[in-house]
């Protein structure tokens, strides 16, 4: 089945640690996104990438990292800069262009210990 | 900022009685899209708005575009148990990524 895999479901990290969180889309989708949803919230935009080995800042991108080295992946890395990164975190896919629309991960949720 | 607002925050409605949010966009929008996530769950794509003023239907969901494309509705008819989860608009800015609203969670009580 096409779709797009996110991994860990949840994880637990002391503070200062880095941690890295997958994300793998089988669907020949271009563009690839993470969001984060804090509870009771909306989808605020991290980073997105248009293209392998190009990606663009969201609205939140501090304290965040990621790479798209291959089409298919689009790892996000927390890093301990980030100064509240207790969330639920979403992956996204889609092809490039006006029309189409988004396809999401199951989503990891990340606990800041 | 670009900002997309969307009103009421929740909603509770008894089962069978009809349900609406509204979004509404600081800029105007390429096209606009509405999402439904259930709880625990993560956002699945509904539906697709691009012309000025469209209306779409699906079953007892009524969409609809203004005709600035700023605004946008989702309207709920007889609403069910399954209608339950939170319905997010996402309007589609600098033709490259969405903006999404803060959603409006819907609970039906039966």
């Known amino acids: 089945d096409g779709g797009i895999t996110q991994s860990p479901k949840y994880l637990f990290r002391k503070e200062g640690q880095n941690v890295t969180l997958s994300c793998e889309q089988n669907?020949?989708?271009?563009?690839m996104y993470w969001y984060r949803q804090d509870p009771g919230q909306g989808l605020r935009l991290i980073y997105y990438?248009?293209?392998?080995?190009?990606?663009q800042k969201g609205d939140i991108a501090e304290g965040y990292s990621v790479s798209r080295e291959k089409k298919e992946s689009f790892p996000l890395t927390v890093t301990s800069a980030q100064k509240n990164p207790t969330a639920f975190y979403l992956c996204?896919?889609?092809?490039?262009?006006?029309?189409?629309?988004?396809?999401f991960g199951e989503g990891s949720r990340l606990t800041v210990l | 900022g670009q900002q997309v607002m969307q009103i009421p925050q929740y909603q509770h409605v008894q089962e069978g009685e009809d349900f609406t949010t509204y979004c509404n966009s600081s800029?105007?929008?390429?096209?606009i899209q509405w999402y439904k996530q259930r709880p625990g769950g993560h956002p699945v794509f509904l539906i697709q708005?691009?012309?000025?003023?469209e209306v779409k239907k699906q079953k007892r969901l009524t969409f609809q575009f203004g005709e600035a494309k700023k605004n946008s509705s989702l309207h709920i008819t007889a609403t069910q148990t399954t209608d339950v989860g939170t319905y997010f608009c996402?309007?589609?800015?600098?033709?490259?990524?969405?903006?999404f609203g803060p959603g409006t969670r819907l609970s039906v009580l039966p």
């Open positions: 800029t105007t929008l390429s096209n």
């Open positions: 708005l691009v012309k000025s003023g």
């Open positions: 990438s248009q293209i392998v080995n190009d990606f």
């Open positions: 669907l020949n989708h271009d563009a």
């Open positions: 996204a896919s889609r092809r490039t262009g006006l029309t189409g629309e988004l396809f």
């Open positions: 996402a309007g589609f800015m600098n033709g490259q990524n969405f903006v």
